[in-house]
């Protein structure tokens, strides 16, 4: 069911929801958190996509902030506030509501989303462009328990990058980290298998990549040696190389969703190492919700060594 409102306020967005979920014969609200995604017009249907299907694992309340600016510095857009509100079959297994915001509106989302958040439910805010440069003092930010940015979004993702190491507040994240577990599990469980110390580490990527970065300064915090960036054609991570004793632990994928494994004295194995799709980057950073320790050894590399 969906229901459009014009010039409307967030107390009659309320009222649409619980209408809708009666018309459909669900009037209990059995969502476990709310989604708050801050995009423009133009990112808005990807970012709605990928959270709908996020919420088949993670049911939630998802509240679209779209804000829009006068196309010239002279013209003015009168205040106002338009909604489409879903709910039942138009908004997965939760609720969503686009809230296009004009005007003097724009400037005070965070009073219009409060009202509309599930109470004694999680907050969580997904900025998938144009993410502020300290996400944990945004107003909307603020209100949340997990803030997710996405490097990959910006035009210089490197200079960001450096910016959300000085900004880094617990309860961040981005999806650049997060598009490294498959291989930070993989190398993990290669150590575990190999058993000897690492002497050395490469990391094969394209350039000025910040998945690529992350993984390096981890791995350079977690194993106390220098990492050596190497450039590559890519897409993205290509290989990762640690040198011991024994010979060298290799994972490498040089296009593809299988990358290959080489243990000192053991044959190649081939191993699943997939570019997954934003709605599940999404659905497992909503698995959960306190602070990623992880992502903040890797942002700050060897300075958070011993941190964990």
Do not use: C, F
């Amino acid at each position: 069911m969906k229901t459009d409102l014009t010039n409307t306020t967030a107390g009659a967005i309320e009222r649409a929801l619980v209408r809708g979920r009666r018309a459909i014969g669900t009037p209990a609200v059995g969502m476990v958190l709310t989604m708050v995604i801050v995009t423009d017009e133009e990112n808005a249907y990807d970012a709605v996509k990928a959270a709908e299907e996020a919420s088949q694992e993670h049911p939630s309340r998802t509240l679209v902030v779209i804000k829009r600016h006068p196309r010239a510095a002279h013209e003015r857009i009168l205040p106002r506030l338009d909604a489409e509100v879903r709910v039942g079959s138009e908004a997965g297994t939760g609720e969503t509501v686009v809230l296009r915001m004009y005007g003097e509106v724009s400037e005070h989302a965070d009073s219009v989303v409060l009202p509309l958040l599930l109470p004694d439910a999680p907050v969580v805010v997904w900025w998938p462009v144009d993410a502020p440069e300290n996400p944990a003092k945004d107003p909307l930010g603020a209100l949340a328990q997990r803030r997710i940015t996405d490097l990959y979004a910006g035009e210089d993702p490197m200079a960001t990058l450096q910016t959300r190491v000085r900004s880094y507040t617990p309860g961040d994240t981005d999806l650049a980290w997060t598009r490294l577990t498959l291989w930070r599990s993989m190398l993990a469980a290669a150590l575990d298998q190999a058993r000897v110390p690492v002497t050395s580490a490469v990391v094969e990527a394209e350039g000025d990549n910040p998945a690529a970065e992350l993984l390096a300064r981890w791995l350079e915090a977690r194993l106390g040696v220098t990492v050596v960036r190497v450039a590559s054609a890519g897409p993205v991570v290509t290989a990762v190389r640690l040198g011991t004793a024994g010979g060298e632990i290799v994972i490498d994928r040089p296009e593809g969703p299988l990358a290959t494994l080489s243990l000192p004295g053991q044959p190649p194995r081939s191993l699943a190492l997939k570019v997954r799709s934003t709605s599940e980057l999404i659905a497992e950073e909503l698995r959960r919700l306190d602070a990623d320790e992880m992502y903040a050894i890797a942002l700050h590399g060897y300075g958070s060594r011993g941190t964990n």
